[in-house]
């Protein structure tokens, strides 16, 4: 039954052993609900009795005070049970799931966030994971004790009474009926209104991410009513959704009351026939207020339950993505990248490497060259397992690579992409990025060696300045200059560094080339070249074009060959010559 209770709501096994805790405590719950019906039935009988015989009412007057008191500490202790195993379970498994889909995203390939909707994943990690806390709070578990609970009492109340009894329960069935008899409908108009909402939050997010290009072509006015479009149709897909859900829950719960007038009229007939004591007749009564109290919370709630299947998919299809493991040690010979008849394609059907092969060795650069698209970047990323390739093998001093866990891998790799990322904090904490119980005097050092001590001290607080969001408050090739102090703190065998395209001025280029030959000293570096002068320095030059290797070879060899490398430096040469006598 664990096993079952963890696969249908995707539970840890604690998590499931909790559940049926909570079910267990809800259920003693609602049964006590009973309690201080039969102490009032009891203490009514007695006075009845004692009416009848001339005592004394007060003589017992403390064993029923006595009993009462009995009940509130036993209601008190049961829903005291009921909170510790419902809430704090429950917010205790909460935080496992949270931690358990961080830790999925965590391994896996890169791949899966291309092929996923940022926002959606977003909405699954907050807004989903929040709406499950809620539901195994206060909905799911109850929801099966309600069930259980009044099956019980169902079965007391018929083994007492099954005229009354019937008169009472003949609702519950027609009130569940109506409700899950709506379910369809609820899915689709819920299931509108998820998309709906996903919609608007798209919206937002690219329009934040995009307001620099839509003021400079004035199309705010465009975005504003493009949204608002969409807001409309999310208000009017959460009013159906409502509608849907609350005509049949509120109709049900009204049904249920039905079933208070039942008792009454038949209680009153079987009273007036003397087939039942006005003691039990009030007894019946209060049962039916307290049976229905419960059931008609259920209800209420039962739309929210419906959702929470929809829910557990969208996060059991992250939890099932095949993630990317492999050996938790790697102690490769040497640190020489061999890609041995790679095949990759980021999409099926259109294969973006087709056979690449070559060697990038220890000690050396290798500049991987092409035309657009040709696949140098896939290359790079590919070398420290971004993705895991569909053919062929990458191995580091020896090793598969795709035996090899990523995180471990990644220990010995260190990047400079062009697209450098730097996170909302100081330019100190930015840059110990690269080794974090580096020291302040490491972190310093680093940013000499890459020529971006000058620019911090020139700032505000120095390096203890704030770094904007995305370190938008740097130009592009001081952004670069940090990631490359990041690199050389890291101090990792791997280099792999992606040339900046965008012209720099002189200046902030040649820091950049003096902060790369720091960095790159004794290192395996593939680099992948935009600049004659990276090219022209480079140990090994591989020429990548449609997905293969076009050539290979030193610099100085593939300039006497009659080929793409040939052609291509010729052309960057006469570009060169050309702006210069232009200007
Ligand atoms: N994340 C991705 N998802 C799908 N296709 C991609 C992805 N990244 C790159 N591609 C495609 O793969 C091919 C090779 O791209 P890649 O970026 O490796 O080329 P490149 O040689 O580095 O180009 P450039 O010099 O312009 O950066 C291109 O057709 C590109 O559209």
């Known amino acids: 039954m664990i096993r079952k209770l963890q696969h249908v709501f995707a539970l840890s096994e604690k998590g499931a052993r909790d559940f049926v805790k909570a079910v267990m405590w809800s259920f003693f719950c609602n049964i006590s609900l ?45 829903h005291y049970f009921q909170y510790a195993s419902l809430y704090l379970a429950t917010y205790q498994e909460s935080a496992a799931r949270r931690i358990s889909l961080a830790e999925t995203l965590r391994k896996l390939p890169l791949s899966f966030f291309g092929t996923r909707d940022l926002s959606d994943l977003t909405a699954t990690m907050i807004a989903d994971c929040s709406a499950l806390d809620q ?5 799911i578990p109850q929801l099966f004790a309600s069930i259980f609970s009044t099956i019980f009492i169902g079965i007391c109340m018929l083994s007492i009474n099954w005229r009354m009894a019937l008169a009472v329960l003949w609702v519950l069935p027609a009130a569940v009926l109506l409700t899950t008899g709506s379910k369809k409908l609820q899915d689709v108009f819920g299931t509108q209104n998820i998309l709906a909402k996903r919609a608007v939050t798209d919206a937002i997010q690219e329009d934040l991410e995009t307001i620099r290009d839509i003021k400079s072509c004035n199309r705010q006015e465009t975005c504003m009513k493009k949204l608002d479009a969409l807001l409309e149709r999310s208000e009017r897909s959460s009013i159906h959704s409502e509608l849907a859900t609350g005509v049949f829950v509120c109709s049900a719960q009204a049904f249920l009351r039905i079933g208070l007038a ?21 007894g019946f009564l ?15 709630n039962i739309a929210a339950t419906f959702s929470a299947k929809l829910k557990i998919e969208r996060m059991r299809a992250i939890q099932e993505q095949p993630v990317q493991t492999g050996a938790e040690v790697c102690e490769p010979e040497n640190y020489d990248i061999v890609f041995d008849h790679v095949k990759f394609s980021y999409r099926a059907h259109e294969s973006v490497l087709k056979d690449v092969s070559f060697t990038a060795r220890q000690g050396q650069v290798t500049a991987l060259v092409g035309p657009s698209g040709g696949g140098k970047s896939t290359a790079c990323k590919l070398a420290a397992r971004f993705w895991d390739i ?15 866990d990523p995180e471990t891998l990644l220990r010995h790799y260190a990047f400079v992409f062009q697209d450098v990322v730097l996170f909302r904090d100081t330019i100190l904490e930015n840059i110990r990025l690269g080794r974090r119980d580096a020291t302040n005097e490491e972190v310093y050092a680093a940013a000499r060696a890459a020529r971006c001590d000058e620019f911090i001290r020139e700032l505000p607080q120095g390096y203890q300045t704030m770094v904007g969001e995305n370190g938008s408050t740097l130009s592009g090739g001081e952004r670069q200059r940090i990631s490359i102090a990041r690199a050389l703190l890291k101090d990792a065998p791997v280099i792999l560094l992606d040339e900046a395209t965008a012209s720099l001025d002189v200046e902030n280029e040649t820091a950049i080339q003096d902060a790369i030959s720091q960095l790159v000293k004794n290192k395996t570096v593939l680099i992948i070249a935009h600049r004659m002068r990276t090219v022209a320095g480079a140990d090994h030059v591989v020429v990548l074009t449609d997905g293969c290797v076009a050539q290979q070879g030193t610099p100085q060899e593939l300039m006497a060959q009659e080929g793409l490398y040939r052609q291509m430096m010729l052309r960057q040469q006469e570009s060169q010559f050309g702006s210069k006598n232009h200007s």
């Open 262 to 282: 039942t008792t009454v009229l038949v209680g009153a007939g079987l009273l007036a026939e003397g087939q039942l004591s006005f003691l039990y007749f009030l």
């Open 390 to 404: 569909q053919g062929g093998t990458i191995t580091l001093g020896g090793i598969d690579i795709s035996t090899v």
């Open 135 to 139: 539901m195994f709070s206060h909905y």
């Open 34 to 78: 009973m309690l201080p019906v039969g102490v009032v039935m009891a203490t009514l009988q007695y006075l009845l009795d004692t009416l009848e015989t001339g005592g004394d009412p007060s003589a017992k007057v403390l064993v029923y005070t006595g009993a009462a008191a009995a009940v509130l500490l036993l209601l008190f202790l049961l």
């Open 286 to 300: 209060f049962a039916a207020a307290r049976l229905y109290d419960p059931i008609g919370l259920v209800l209420q």
